[in-house]
């Protein structure tokens, strides 16, 4: 039974699925959907509860795949698109958080931001927490409580209006780009927690490659997701030959 290359939920554009083995499948996940609690399903974008769903249905995706079981293994915002990875099975979930709580998953972003930073490389290692002020806000936290953050930024291209940056989140805290870049002065586009809504765009932040080492086969595995229209819409472009060289495999480091 052949099987389709994309997710197809009710109320919504097919989801393309960009990376499949044994153990995991990998969406683009476009903006608006959430990664809220399971339990939270009165959320009508709730994508763990739609693909639950969907499964449970035998709708034709999951059921060429005899699929009983998918589950998120990190979070990607809601307005933050881009490379979303899945696992198929109890044992692999586990395998995969493990690999994102040991540092040895490369997570690679696009962010476009508003003004142009200090320095054209930098790491920022501030700690946050939740704002106290504000529910569903970050915010630096110098005390006990802020949890330890570490982000890798890189200026990759400048236009007349924004800055085209590449952003490697060590850690994987809540909104950890977004706080991290907001307190170097230049804040993402069209941020509405940490900046501010500009008409005719939507939040310049883009997850474009999840790679790691296979526990199983040992081979490097690469997941991309396409940029050029979230490029395009913020006025970049970004070679073939510049994509490779920014995002090929770099093995983490053995413990």
């Known amino acids: 039974m052949a099987k389709p290359n994309f997710i197809e939920l009710p109320g919504c554009d097919p989801i393309r699925i960009i990376y499949e083995d044994r153990a995991v499948l990998a969406i683009d996940k476009p903006r608006g959907w959430m990664l809220v609690p399971h339990s939270w399903r009165k959320t009508n974008w709730n994508l763990q509860a739609a693909i639950d769903s969907s499964i449970r249905a035998d709708d034709f995706w999951a059921k060429s795949r005899n699929l009983t079981y998918l589950r998120h293994v990190h979070r990607l915002d809601a307005d933050t698109s881009g490379v979303m990875l899945f696992a198929k099975s109890e044992g692999a979930m586990q395998t995969m958080s493990d690999m994102f709580e040991s540092r040895k998953m490369e997570k690679t972003y696009l962010a476009v931001v508003e003004g142009v930073p200090k320095e054209l490389e930098w790491t920022c290692e501030l700690p946050l927490g939740p704002d106290p002020l504000q529910f569903g806000r970050m915010r630096v936290d110098h005390t006990e409580e802020g949890r330890e953050s570490e982000t890798h930024f890189r200026v990759l291209q400048?236009?007349?209006?924004?800055?085209?940056?590449?952003?490697?989140?060590?850690?994987?805290?809540?909104?950890?780009?977004?706080?991290?870049?907001?307190?170097?002065?230049?804040p993402i586009a069209c941020d509405e927690l940490y900046g501010h809504?500009?008409?005719g765009f939507r939040l310049g932040l883009r997850a474009v490659r999840l790679a790691y080492k296979d526990t199983f086969t040992r081979r490097p595995v690469s997941i991309i997701a396409p940029a050029e229209l979230f490029l395009?819409?913020?006025g970049f472009t970004l070679s073939a030959a510049q994509r490779q060289e920014k995002w090929s495999y770099r093995p983490a480091a053995e413990p």
Do not use: M, W, Y
Request: proline content about 3%; glycine content about 6%; aromatic content about 6%.
């Open 158 to 186: 400048k236009n007349e209006r924004f800055t085209l940056i590449e952003a490697s989140p060590l850690t994987g805290r809540t909104h950890q780009i977004r706080v991290h870049l907001a307190q170097s002065g230049c």
């Open 197 to 199: 809504v500009e008409k």
């Open 232 to 234: 395009k819409d913020f």
